[in-house]
């Protein structure tokens, strides 16, 4: 069963990302190829954080999150209620798959490092206009 990775971002985001780590448009549609994102947009209410919540068949759920300074696990049937509605918060408000897969395309196009620059680490790609670093 794929399950869905829930990001809330807008399309500077990913031009960051990408620039920051000199992704091709190649490697970024790859990435988004291999896994199921839903975009939860930038102006959609709600608490924004990195949590998995994790069942097993043999073993208690139990959740954990990630922050700044180190991490928690969750065990309790009430706290992990509360992770399990904004889950379903995040459905409800993201997205579906194959919009967020088409428009992570469309800002891969566009914010990408192109394949083709040999000394790529100088040139951003932003609203489709190449800007060289000085």
């Not at 102006?43 to 991490?71: I, K, N």
């Not at 049937?77 to 997205?95: N, S, V």
């Not at 394949?115 to 206009?129: E, F, M």
């Amino acid at each position: 069963m794929t399950k869905d990775a829930f990001a809330t971002l807008g399309p500077i985001h990913v031009a960051v990302w990408l620039g920051a780590c000199q992704v091709t448009g190649a490697e970024f549609e790859e990435v988004i190829n291999l896994c199921r994102i839903r975009i939860v947009p930038v102006d959609g209410v709600g608490p924004g954080m990195a949590f998995r919540l994790m069942d097993y068949t043999d073993q208690p759920a139990c959740g954990h999150v990630r922050y700044l300074t180190g991490s928690v696990f969750l065990d309790r049937p009430d706290t992990l209620a509360l992770y399990r509605a904004h889950l379903g918060w995040l459905d409800q408000h993201a997205w579906q798959p194959d919009q967020s897969h088409d428009t992570l395309q469309t800002w891969a196009t566009r914010y990408a490092v192109p394949d083709t620059i040999p000394n790529a680490s100088h040139i951003a790609v932003l609203n489709g206009q190449e800007e060289i670093a000085r």
